[in-house]
């Protein structure tokens, strides 16, 4: 009998973090990524230990079954976003400086959090989430995290040409949507005038921060009223935004990272009840995704501590 850790549980534990982070980027929830990670596992010491020994990459095995897993429940999410009320946004993620800790947080392991660039902001998993099931596993896989076509058809069950035509069509339908080329400071400038004129409840500049287009997205959940379709227009956008503060005395607005990018949470007696993501081309708000079921603010549950 030995006190020494097993260097094969250590191998295998050790992909944690990377499974999370692909299961998030295929279903945009990291609750769902957390628990198609759990199941992962779960398969994987479901076998005896001949059949785990006899498995040459422990690792591309992992990520091949949880990969078809989110397969699976991509194809599911569709029925289940069709009886959604409102619209549904992917699940926001705070910069990992600011992860909530303790129960609260839900996610305060290190393991489990999600590495913030291009492939998570809220621009890029809101058209990920308008791809088909093959389609969103193919192009992430391939142009996210590298795999081969071969390896691509391996786990999604098609041939290579199959899958280099999915993220063919993938990459067709994100081109409107890359990233700006607006500086990550000049982002967080407008952001930042923008939380400055919300508290001021000026509406003329609220205004002139937003492009003349601007859509704002909300969703709800719970005991939270869900907005039930997009805002369309820069005063519009601003008239609500000014209605829900009217509506909220004592509302907290503060800077954070939502996703890589700079955004604001607003928060009533030290709860979080918005996260909101901003998409911004030069010197103007295009869009905003305001977050308000409480199921996806877990991890900024703790944050009045930070």
Known sequence: MTDEPDPSLSAIMSERRGLINLAYRLLGSLADAEDVVQ???ARWYAMSGPQRDGIGSPGAWLTTVASR???DLLGSARARRERYVGEWIPEPLPDPAEWATGPAGGGADPA???TLDESVTMAFLVVL??????ERVAFVLHDV???????VAEIVGRTPAACRQLASSARRRLGPSQASATSPARR?????DFKQAWEAMDIETLIGLLDP??????DGGGLVSAVLRPIEGAEQVARHILAIAGRAPGLTILERTVNGQPGLVAQQDGVTVTVAAFEVAGDRITHIWAVRNPEKLRPWTSESSF
């Open 69 to 71: 897993i989110c397969l």
């Open 188 to 192: 967080a400038g407008v952001v930042r």
């Open 145 to 151: 995290f590298r795999y081969s076509f071969a390896e």
């Open 112 to 114: 489990d959090r999600v």
């Open 129 to 134: 989430d308008s791809m088909t099931p093959a």
């Open 39 to 41: 199941e992962t596992y």
């Open 213 to 218: 287009d601007a859509t704002a997205t909300g």
